[in-house]
C-alpha cells in the first residue's frame, strides 16, 4: 500500500513530500496510541495537544476541519482523524502508520485481557476485577448520556429526534442502523431547507488558550500536492483498500458457508462499519443488540466486561468488537483449538472492523474542501448526535437491568414490548457501587480509569470478602 503514495496527484503548486520527517511522525504517534483513554473526547484532546499544540505540525482551523469531516463518516472518529492528519503529513504510509499504531496497542492488551477472562475468568481475583469493572462502565455510559446530550439537544426539535430514537429502540426494537438512517434524511433535509433547528453541530472541543494559525504550523495553510483531488488516484487506492477488506470475508463464505461463526462474523462487523455513525457507545448499543440477543456469542454481563477492557486499555473504545468476536471464535471453534479460534476471531473482527476507516480517509479526504460550510449534511450530523443521545440511553438502561438485577421479564402489548426488573432481584452490592462510581463521576469529577481502576479495587476486596467468608 506504501507504493500507492508515489501515484497521488503531482500537479499543482504546493508543498512535497513528506511535512515532517517519518522517523519523527512514527516515534510521535506510538505515543499518541500509547496515551490515548478515555474515549473519543480524550483521545481527541491528546492528539490536539500533541500535534497542534505541542509539536506545531497542524494549525488549529485545519485540525477541526478534519475533525469535523471525520464526525460524518461511520467508525471511530478519533482513528479516523489519525489516518487523516498522518496522510496529511505523510503521504498515504504516513496515514497507514498513523491508523495502525493508534489501533495496535489496544489491541494487544484486549488480547491479553481476553486470554486471562476465558482462561482465568473464575478466579476469585479475577471475578472481583470484573465485577467492579461493570459497575463502573454503567456509571460511564450513564455520563455519555449527559455529556452527549449536553452538547447535541440545544432545541425541542433535537429534543424530539432523541426521544423519537429511544423510543424505536427501546419499545419497538427498531434496527439501530434504520434509526440512524431516519434521522440523517430528517436532518438533511432540514439543513438544506435552512431551518434554525439543524444548524446545531456539535464536536470534541480541541482545546482553549491560543490558537496556532494555520499559516505557522508545518503543513501551513497551502494543500500539499498529494492531498490535492484527483479522482483517479482516490478510486485506484479505495479499489485495493475494498479488496483488502472485502475479500477475506468472501473468501470465508464461500469456504466455510454462511453459517460458520466466522463468515457471521466478518459479515456482522463488516455491516457495523458501513452503518454505525454517532460514536463509539451508539455502536455498542448496536453490537449489544445483535451479538447478545441474536447471535447468543456472550451474555449481557460479558459485554459489560468487554466494555470495561476497552475504558481501560489504550486506543478506540470500539476495540471492544475484538472481545466479542474472541468470545465467539471460542465458543463455536469448529476443528480448530478453542484458543486458537478465538484468536483467529479477534484478528478478523478487528480487521473488518478498522479496515473501512483507511477506506473512508483515502476515498473522500482529498475532496473534502467541496464539503465545508455544507448546511445539508450538518444537520444530518446534528440529527444524528441527537438521536445517538436515545440510543445510548437505551444502552444504559439495558446494561443497568442486567447488572443491578438477577431477574429482567418481558412485558409486552401490540407491537410495543419491553424488559422490567423483578425488583425483588436487586444485586444490593452492584447497586452499591454502581452508585459510588456515579458519584465519583458526577459529583467529585473523576476520570474515567480513575473512577474504573477504583471500582475494579472495591470490587475485587468484596469478592475476596465475600469468599473467605464462606
Not at 40 to 46: D, E, L, R, T, Y
Not at 318 to 346: E, H, K, N, S, W
Request: proline share 5%; with cysteine.
Amino acid at each position: 500500500m506504501a507504493d500507492l503514495a508515489k501515484d497521488a496527484p503531482k500537479a499543482g503548486p504546493g508543498r512535497a513530500g513528506n511535512i515532517v520527517p517519518l522517523p519523527e511522525a512514527v516515534r510521535t504517534w506510538v505515543r499518541v496510541a500509547a496515551l490515548s483513554f478515555g474515549g473519543p473526547a480524550g483521545q481527541i484532546a491528546v492528539m490536539h495537544r500533541i500535534l497542534v499544540d505541542e509539536k506545531r505540525w497542524i494549525g488549529e482551523h485545519r485540525f477541526l476541519h478534519a475533525l469535523n469531516y471525520c464526525m460524518l463518516l461511520p467508525g471511530p472518529e478519533a482513528h479516523q482523524l489519525a489516518i487523516y492528519i498522518g496522510w496529511l503529513l505523510n503521504r498515504t504510509l504516513g496515514g497507514v502508520i498513523a491508523g495502525v499504531l493508534f489501533v495496535l496497542p489496544g489491541f494487544l492488551s484486549i488480547l491479553a485481557l481476553s486470554y486471562i477472562y476465558v482462561l482465568f475468568g473464575n478466579v476469585t481475583f479475577i471475578e472481583g476485577l470484573f465485577f467492579g469493572l461493570k459497575c463502573a462502565v454503567l456509571a460511564v455510559v450513564l455520563q455519555a448520556v449527559f455529556r452527549i446530550g449536553g452538547r447535541a439537544l440545544k432545541n425541542r426539535v433535537m429534543v424530539a429526534i432523541a426521544a423519537a430514537a429511544f423510543i424505536a429502540i427501546f419499545f419497538l426494537h427498531i434496527p439501530f442502523p434504520l434509526i440512524i438512517i431516519a434521522a440523517g434524511l430528517i436532518g438533511y433535509l432540514g439543513g438544506r431547507a435552512g431551518l434554525t433547528a439543524f444548524k446545531v453541530g456539535g464536536g470534541h472541543k480541541a482545546g482553549s488558550g491560543t490558537i496556532l494559525e494555520d499559516r505557522d504550523s508545518a503543513l501551513g495553510e497551502d494543500v500539499p500536492v498529494h492531498a490535492r483531488a484527483n479522482l483517479a488516484w482516490s478510486m485506484k487506492i479505495s479499489a485495493v483498500l475494498s479488496a483488502l477488506w472485502l475479500l477475506p470475508v468472501i473468501a470465508i463464505l464461500m469456504a466455510l458457508g454462511p453459517a460458520n461463526v466466522f463468515a457471521k462474523i466478518g459479515v456482522f462487523f463488516s455491516q457495523m462499519a458501513v452503518v454505525t455513525f454517532g460514536g463509539a457507545y451508539a455502536v455498542l448499543a448496536y453490537v449489544a443488540q445483535e451479538a447478545v440477543q441474536r447471535f447468543g456469542w456472550l451474555q449481557p454481563g460479558e459485554m459489560l466486561d468487554g466494555l470495561g477492557m476497552a475504558e481501560t486499555t489504550p486506543g478506540p473504545l470500539i476495540m471492544v468488537t475484538q472481545f466479542v468476536g474472541f468470545l465467539a471464535g471460542y465458543r463455536d471453534p469448529g476443528a480448530l483449538d478453542p484458543l486458537m479460534a478465538a484468536t483467529l476471531a479477534a484478528m478478523l473482527t478487528t480487521w473488518v472492523t478498522f479496515l473501512p476507516s483507511f477506506l473512508w480517509i483515502f476515498l473522500g479526504a482529498p475532496f473534502i474542501e467541496r464539503m465545508r460550510g455544507n448546511a445539508a449534511l450538518a444537520g444530518a450530523m446534528s440529527a444524528i448526535t441527537a438521536a445517538v443521545v436515545g440510543v445510548i440511553l437505551n444502552l444504559a438502561i439495558w446494561f443497568g437491568l442486567h447488572v443491578l438485577f438477577a431477574e429482567v421479564r418481558a412485558i409486552s402489548w401490540g407491537a410495543w414490548s419491553m424488559d422490567v426488573p423483578v425488583i425483588g432481584s436487586v444485586v444490593w452490592p452492584s447497586l452499591v457501587l454502581t452508585g459510588l462510581a456515579a458519584l465519583a463521576i458526577f459529583r467529585f469529577r473523576m476520570s474515567v480509569v480513575a473512577t474504573l481502576l477504583l471500582s475494579a479495587a472495591l470490587g475485587i476486596a468484596w469478592t475476596l470478602l465475600v469468599s473467605w467468608g464462606r
